[in-house]
């Protein structure tokens, strides 16, 4: 769809009455257009005035505190017992960051005539590494996570495919390997449905990471694992296949060199 | 961590409200609340009715926004309109699952801004400016708005009720829309 194609839908996707279908393939535009981005932010910040203008209701007394405590309780602050969890969550959420260079990398590539919008994606990529660095100070003392045990890698589109994302691992001998994937962009058919990711070795043996059962609205999905009992190292391949086994997405995690 | 609570916050105050929002930062998350709970709350409140269903709204909305954290950029929009936009989504998404319709219950359309009421123990600043703003509509375009906004009534639908082109609803809601944008920045120029 061209950019006016989608500036016709962007003032019923800014009221959030854009039909399915056609509010995908708007949100997968704006993932790298930021023309067209830029002319949605300006209408969506004009509906929210809209909603600012409604004659206030009473906030029931004591929200703010529910509100605090299941943010701490999530986000595993010192306190509560979900500390690890929280830590995992945290990650996730910077590789979201991550990830979004992995989408606009990808588009980059296949659109390779905008050489800006590659230039945007390292950008983002910068921006990326930083969040992620700062997150990981968060999580552990970085005595205990030497910036050379994590690695990242981008997962692109097989052909005829749609999709992008990326991959952090992090592969030591202190503390248990994980490895998170997060894509975004892939197909919200049901058949498709559920998508499985999975690491490889050289000599082709596998692990799985995890299934995506349900993708969000811009096809994106998050998939974390915490391996107890295995080392990950030399499981660099990363594939995500749809229910028929296809491979949709593959990419390398480069264990070489630190994140 | 500390932020103004009156006044618009720059981008760079958004982004370090939200990277405490991210971290779990007690602080962060109640200078969001203080700024943003009531026009979330207000919102859930107009589209679900009841207080209830509102306050599970805010609640996720704030749970939301923490898990979206990262994915906010002060540089591609206000932090206001990211927060409101999760919140009209949740709703919209909460009645099409429990109801199975498509739109809200609650067609608001009477229910337009009106002048803030003399004994509001908080006068929102907000509220005033977005009052104003709305003022540079006529009073079709803001029926328009609130069809769609409130009512969850796509522009093919407004076209089929009003016997008019599809056309010129998705005209007119953009022009409504830009006439309000353009309000609101010229109450930011000093």
Known sequence: MSCVEIREQLPEFAVGVLPEPERVVVERHLQWCAGCRKEATELGSAVVTFAYALEPAPVPRGLGDRIVARIRQAAGAPGTSRRTRASAALAIAAMITVAALGWGSAMAGRADRFADQAAAAEARRERALATFGRVVRQLVPISQLPVNETHMGQLVPTAGRLGGGAVLQLVSPRTLDFTIVMVNGLERDPAQMPYRVTLQNAAGETLPVGRITELDSTGGADVVRQFENQDLTGYTAVLVTNASGDVVLSGTVDQSAGA | ?190
């Open chain 2, 1 to 190: 961590m500390s932020s103004r609570h009156n006044g618009p916050l720059v981008a760079r105050e958004e982004q370090k409200l939200v990277e405490g929002l991210l971290a779990g930062n007690e602080d962060a998350v109640r200078a969001l609340y203080a700024r943003f709970a009531r026009p979330i709350f207000t919102l859930g409140f107009r589209l679900l009715g009841s207080p209830e269903a509102a306050e599970e709204l805010t609640q996720d909305v704030f749970l939301t926004a923490w898990r979206k954290a990262a994915r906010f950029d002060a540089s591609r929009g206000r932090l206001s309109t990211w927060l409101m936009t999760i919140a009209h989504n949740l709703a919209v998404d909460r009645l099409r699952r429990e109801t199975g319709v498509t739109r809200p219950r609650f067609v608001l359309v009477d229910e337009l801004p009106e002048t803030p009421s003399a004994d509001e123990e908080e006068p929102l600043m907000e509220r005033d400016a977005a009052i104003r703003a709305l003022e540079s509509l006529s009073d079709a375009e803001r029926r328009l708005l609130a069809r769609a906004y409130f009512g969850g009534l796509t522009a093919r639908e407004i076209a089929e009720a009003d016997g008019v082109p599809l056309g010129t609803v998705k005209t007119r809601l953009r022009t409504a829309l830009i006439k309000v944008r353009r309000a609101n920045q010229d109450k930011e120029r000093p």
